[in-house]
């Protein structure tokens, strides 16, 4: 190894991939526990809660926070305890050695102690046009682009949660949104599906997929197909707004860590993977409740855990 090579290595007790809620309350329980961790960012800063426009259901705020305000405070608290944020992101790990070899694009690191918190990546609905009209009316971020749908008439894909907050969020801009869900009932909670539905700028296509995304220059329609019937028809609309669920950012570790068949990391009650030393939590590791709280809480157990772990190694 070159001189250059080892100056680029920097030798670590805990690295956290990711700064989601997740990432960000290991990084507060780790530096808490003097461990100095090391949270590289990824692509996304403060995971995908930081494109809510508004987070109604986490503790301590009554009326409401706003997503990135709260990714902001939660960096805050971490640093403010020593923790170290660095705006890089990861593109090959070894966990097959300990201590564990981590490459970013600028820097390589070996830390004793990995916590996994890269989170999910909205799914994609893998229909012509769809690629190509990305920036162009097609969208999966109602907070980055909302405001460019202006007394337009806009479609949003999808039945849950996210699908109905996000459609609540861009009546504020929109002239009509349609909610395209391929049942004939919503998953959203009760109460999401009682303001969508007093809503009047809000209308519903049930038992309906889109099977293509039309325009010129920009989104001009969508191509739909009736599930039950088979019945096709072009809707005209200037925006698709795609809410369908998300897939785990597991790429990096597929062959070194046991995965689902959905591929979401396996953890146990500890957030231990199968490699010692390697803990995962957050949206990675959980396909079920997908709640800010319930990643920020999978966060501090993770690092709890790879506090104790750092411990027995000193110990031995």
């Not at 507060?28 to 403060?46: C, K, N, Q, S």
């Not at 539905?197 to 293509?212: A, G, H, I, Q, Y």
């Not at 990675?284 to 993770?302: E, Y």
Request: charged content about 25%; glycine content about 10%; proline content about 3%.
């Amino acid at each position: 190894m070159s001189i250059q090579n080892e100056k680029q290595l920097e030798k670590r007790n805990l690295v956290i991939l990711g700064c989601g809620p997740a990432g960000l309350s290991a990084a507060l329980y780790g530096a808490r526990a003097d461990l100095e961790p090391l949270v590289l960012t990824g692509m996304i800063l403060h995971g995908q809660a930081s494109t809510t426009e508004m987070i109604e259901n986490y503790p301590g705020f009554p009326e409401g926070i706003n997503g990135p305000e709260l990714g902001q405070l939660f960096q805050a608290q971490a640093e403010h305890f020593g923790a170290e944020v660095e705006m890089d992101q990861a593109i090959k790990v070894d966990l097959e050695n300990s201590p564990f070899t981590i490459e970013t694009y600028g820097k390589k690191y070996k830390a004793k102690s990995l916590i996994i918190t890269t989170g999910a990546t909205h799914r994609k609905l893998g229909v012509p046009g769809e690629k190509e009209f990305v920036g162009k009316g097609v969208s999966y971020c109602c907070t980055c682009d909302g405001w460019f749908f202006k007394e337009k008439d806009i479609v949003v894909v999808g039945g849950g949660d996210s699908a109905l907050e996000e459609t609540l969020f861009l009546t504020r801009f929109a002239n009509t949104v349609t909610v395209i869900h391929r049942r004939d009932e919503l998953r959203a909670g009760a109460i999401l599906q009682k303001r969508a539905f007093s809503n009047p700028k809000v209308r519903f296509l049930w038992d309906t997929v889109v099977t293509e995304i039309m325009g010129d220059d920009a989104v001009n329609a969508v191509k739909l197909e009736n599930v039950k019937t088979g019945e096709e028809a072009i809707h005209k609309t200037s925006g698709v707004f795609i809410f369908i669920g998300h897939d785990p950012n597991t790429e990096l570790f597929k062959g070194q860590i046991e995965l689902d068949e959905t591929g979401y990391i396996v953890v146990d009650k500890y957030m231990e993977t199968s490699v010692q030393g390697v803990f995962a939590a957050g949206e990675v590791a959980d396909p079920h409740f997908r709640q800010v709280i319930t990643s920020a809480g999978m966060g501090a157990a993770a690092a709890i855990r790879a506090t104790r772990f750092l411990e027995e190694l000193e110990e031995n």
